[in-house]
């Protein structure tokens, strides 16, 4: 991938193989394009494939009001799920709840985000529960506030390490995996969905390819609600 394996990820031109491009349908700009090439394309791959949703599963998301996890939002809602959304800021889970997120909880106003998960959960768990985030104390989260075999899925990642009891794994039947992005043909599933318009992009900002550093420091700040889309010219 240029900007994770090679540089130029920001590049106004790159040169690739034939074989990397697709077509884009019939009704999706290049603008929703890009956000389908991951934000969506990620969520679409991780929870059919690795959290597995199923109707009327509760399903937690760590980060939902961020460009990747507010379309997770949305991709957790059309598998049929009730969705419990948690981030750091109040803006951020307004976001959450606009685009159909059941519950929310501010992880900045309570002492034990897993405590809280269980509270709203009538004590059970999460059937799901996908950390966009990344950090050891959000992925323990995740984990602990998963019901009996539920599935602990991490797309944010950061290189922290943590801890946990392999004897309650055992018990409990957990499950702890990994998604990173997806499969040429799920891409073209993921075009196809916001084509017809059953997800929709979620942009909190854009700006001209040379004010880039806004964007970072939007993120860095954590002041972003959704994606942010940089503009090129034509």
Same mark, same amino acid.
């Given at each position: 991938?240029?900007?994770?394996?090679?540089?130029?990820?920001?590049?106004?031109?790159?040169?690739?193989?034939?074989?990397?491009?697709?077509?884009?349908?019939?009704?999706?700009?290049?603008?929703?394009?890009?956000?389908?090439?991951?934000?969506?394309?990620?969520?679409?791959?991780?929870?059919?494939?690795?959290?597995?949703?199923?109707?009327?599963?509760?399903?937690?998301?760590?980060?939902?009001?961020?460009?990747?996890?507010?379309?997770?939002?949305?991709?957790?809602?059309?598998?049929?799920?009730?969705?419990?959304?948690?981030?750091?800021?109040?803006?951020?889970?307004?976001?959450? /709840?606009?685009?159909?997120?059941?519950?929310?909880?501010?992880? @900045? %106003?309570?002492? &034990?985000?897993?405590?809280?998960? =269980?509270? +709203?959960?009538?004590?059970?768990?999460?059937?799901?529960?996908?950390?966009?985030?990344?950090?050891?104390?959000?992925?323990?989260?995740?984990?602990?506030?998963?019901?009996?075999?539920?599935?602990?899925?991490?797309?944010?990642?950061?290189?922290?390490?943590?801890?946990?009891?392999?004897?309650?794994?055992?018990?409990?039947?957990?499950?702890?995996?990994?998604?990173?992005?997806?499969?040429?043909?799920?891409?073209?599933?993921?075009?196809?969905?916001?084509?017809?318009?059953?997800?929709?992009?979620?942009?909190?900002? /854009?700006?001209?390819?040379?004010?880039?550093?806004?964007?970072? @420091? %939007?993120?860095? &700040?954590?002041?972003?609600?959704? =994606?942010? +889309?940089?503009?090129?010219?034509?």
């Amino acid at each position: 991938y240029v900007g994770v394996h090679c540089d130029g990820g920001f590049a106004d031109l790159v040169r690739l193989p034939s074989g990397n491009f697709l077509p884009i349908p019939a009704g999706l700009d290049y603008e929703a394009a890009a956000i389908a090439a991951d934000a969506v394309n990620t969520n679409w791959h991780c929870m059919r494939e690795r959290a597995r949703i199923n109707p009327h599963d509760q399903v937690l998301l760590i980060g939902a009001g961020g460009g990747v996890g507010i379309h997770g939002v949305q991709i957790a809602k059309l598998f049929g799920a009730r969705v419990i959304a948690a981030d750091i800021s109040d803006d951020k889970l307004a976001l959450a /709840r606009q685009w159909g997120a059941d519950e929310t909880i501010n992880v @900045r %106003a309570v002492d &034990d985000l897993s405590a809280a998960v =269980r509270a +709203a959960t009538n004590g059970l768990g999460v059937d799901a529960a996908v950390d966009y985030v990344g950090r050891g104390t959000t992925f323990q989260a995740a984990i602990d506030s998963l019901a009996v075999a539920g599935r602990a899925v991490a797309i944010g990642g950061l290189p922290e390490v943590f801890s946990f009891d392999t004897r309650r794994l055992v018990q409990t039947e957990k499950v702890i995996t990994g998604s990173r992005h997806s499969t040429r043909a799920e891409f073209m599933e993921t075009m196809e969905i916001m084509a017809r318009g059953i997800v929709k992009p979620v942009i909190g900002m /854009r700006r001209h390819f040379t004010e880039l550093e806004d964007i970072f @420091r %939007a993120i860095t &700040d954590q002041t972003l609600s959704g =994606r942010g +889309a940089l503009t090129y010219d034509n």
